[in-house]
């Protein structure tokens, strides 16, 4: 057995910078919000927050990919959260989920052309 300790990234896709617009509203409630994303992959996407979401809180999202040009939606949910108290705002990380195969996909042709 290997006893050497690694630090391994977990992470199953390439993590891109991205701060292109991002739109999305809880399944919950038709309440949309506009944030700015601040790096994607072809599995989810991480933004910043005034609004605080509860991990496993379900959400759609639409994600313009280029200027105009390209538009996804995908579904998704919450799962992780950091609060910034300096600027009291959140982070958080969107997982797509497993059944919006051809959004993911067009995602990670995109993420790879970057």
């Not at 992470?11 to 506009?34: E, G, M, W």
């Not at 990380?93 to 970057?114: C, H, K, P, W």
């Amino acid at each position: 057995m290997d006893t050497v300790s690694r630090s391994v990234d977990s992470r199953q896709y390439i993590r891109v910078p991205f701060k292109r617009p991002l739109r999305f509203h809880t399944v919950a409630s038709d309440n949309c919000f506009d944030y700015v994303a601040q790096d994607l992959s072809q599995g989810g996407v991480r933004f910043i927050s005034s609004e605080f979401f509860p991990i496993g809180t379900k959400v759609a999202v639409r994600i313009q990919l280029e200027d105009c040009a390209k538009i996804v939606e995908v579904e998704g949910r919450v799962v992780w959260v950091r609060y910034n108290p300096m600027a009291e705002v959140y982070q958080l990380g969107l997982q797509f989920n497993d059944e919006a195969v051809s959004q993911r996909g067009t995602i990670g042709s995109y993420v790879r052309s970057m």
